[in-house]
């Protein structure tokens, strides 16, 4: 399984870009990087997935190089509210039907200062 | 609306004792999966199920049991055998549909207590 290593905590104030680096040098072909946002006593929910180059949504960007073996979530623009941990998953979605082979790291939590 | 319902929110049980937590969801997903977090940890993965009447460990899955009887449901107990079972126990489910499927849809969790 790819093991991922991001910052342990970051502090940014609002309305700047906030961009949060993922490493994941085991990474193998047929995985996809999933992103995920969690706030206390919450579940994880969904931000963006891709399996390589750049993908955009309404909330975020994901920045994934060639090689693949990092990848970058960009949230633009940040407030209070997104003050939260962010999760960066690696894994083999494709052909194992599901999540069972994704492992979750310990996240990077995010501190958005006034 | 779409989605998953776990309950209680808080459980509080004596040492020794079953507990069986429950999820619930209707966005028609055939995979399911249980996880557990302590403070300030990621989660681990403890059962999974892909389909109906099927389920299978993961990675710490001693001390607890699954079912899956009905495609919605997929409850879990928390046995007397899990040495440390005080956590935050998070379902969540996807679909298998198309290449890679849905992302993973969770539940707000429940928080379970043992003294």
């Known amino acids: 399984l790819a093991k991922t290593t991001q910052p342990i905590s970051m502090d940014s104030y609002e309305g700047q870009e906030v961009n949060i680096t993922c490493s994941h040098n085991?990474?193998?072909?047929?995985?996809?990087i999933t992103w995920y946002q969690q706030f206390p006593s919450q579940g994880p929910r969904f931000i963006i997935q891709?399996?390589?180059t750049k993908v955009t949504n309404e909330v975020a960007s994901l920045f994934i190089p060639a090689d693949r073996k990092s990848s970058t979530l960009s949230l633009p623009r940040v407030s209070l509210s997104d003050t939260a941990v962010y999760y960066c998953?690696?894994?083999?979605?494709?052909?194992?039907?599901?999540?069972?082979?994704?492992?979750f790291g310990t996240g990077t939590k995010l501190q958005v200062i006034p | 609306d779409g989605g998953i319902t776990q309950s209680p929110k808080y459980l509080f049980r004596k040492e020794g004792q079953n507990v069986t937590l429950s999820c619930e969801q209707n966005?028609?997903?055939?995979?399911m999966y249980w996880y557990r977090q302590d403070p300030g940890q990621g989660l681990r993965l403890i059962y999974y199920?892909?389909?109906?009447?099927?389920?299978q460990k993961g990675d710490i899955a001693e001390g607890y049991s699954v079912s899956r009887e009905k495609k919605e449901s997929f409850p879990l107990t928390v046995t007397s055998a899990q040495k440390n079972p005080t956590a935050f126990y998070l379902c969540?489910?996807?679909?298998?549909?198309?290449?890679?499927?849905?992302?993973?849809?969770f539940g707000n969790g429940t928080r379970l207590t043992v003294t």
């Open positions: 969540a489910s996807s679909s298998t549909d198309g290449p890679v499927g849905s992302p993973l849809h």
């Open positions: 085991n990474i193998a072909t047929n995985d996809y």
């Open positions: 891709g399996y390589k």
């Open positions: 998953l690696v894994g083999d979605i494709l052909n194992s039907g599901g999540y069972q082979k994704v492992t």
């Open positions: 966005l028609n997903h055939d995979a």
């Open positions: 199920s892909q389909i109906v009447n099927d389920f």
